[in-house]
């Protein structure tokens, strides 16, 4: 086990809540890419909680470096959800 950096925790945990905030936003629309978009960042989410289930033994204070860099890819992923827009 390794001790994760302090920032990754609120890192994840923002990243979730703009992912949700996005979500709420898709589920309003209508059109046939937004259902998509919604599909795909549920599918983003679900990776996480994979990720958190699997890795996150104890807590959030130590993790293993495997779960830790699948934390990261998570992070750098999930951004283009951020970015693309269904307008």
């Known amino acids: 086990m390794t001790t994760i950096e302090p920032d990754l925790e609120s890192r994840i945990n923002a ?6 905030h996005r979500l709420d936003e898709l589920e309003a629309d209508t059109r046939l890419e937004a259902a ?5 960042l549920n599918a983003t989410l679900s990776e996480l909680r994979h990720i ?3 890795g996150l033994v104890d807590d959030w204070a ?5 779960v830790a ?6 992070l ?3 951004a283009a959800h951020l970015t693309h827009s269904t307008t």
């Open 76 to 78: 750098a992923t999930s």
């Open 52 to 54: 958190i289930k699997a």
């Open 69 to 74: 860099i699948e934390l990261h890819h998570w």
């Open 36 to 40: 998509e978009a919604c599909h795909r």
């Open 62 to 66: 130590t993790v293993g470096s495997r």
């Open 15 to 20: 990243r979730c809540m703009e992912l949700s």
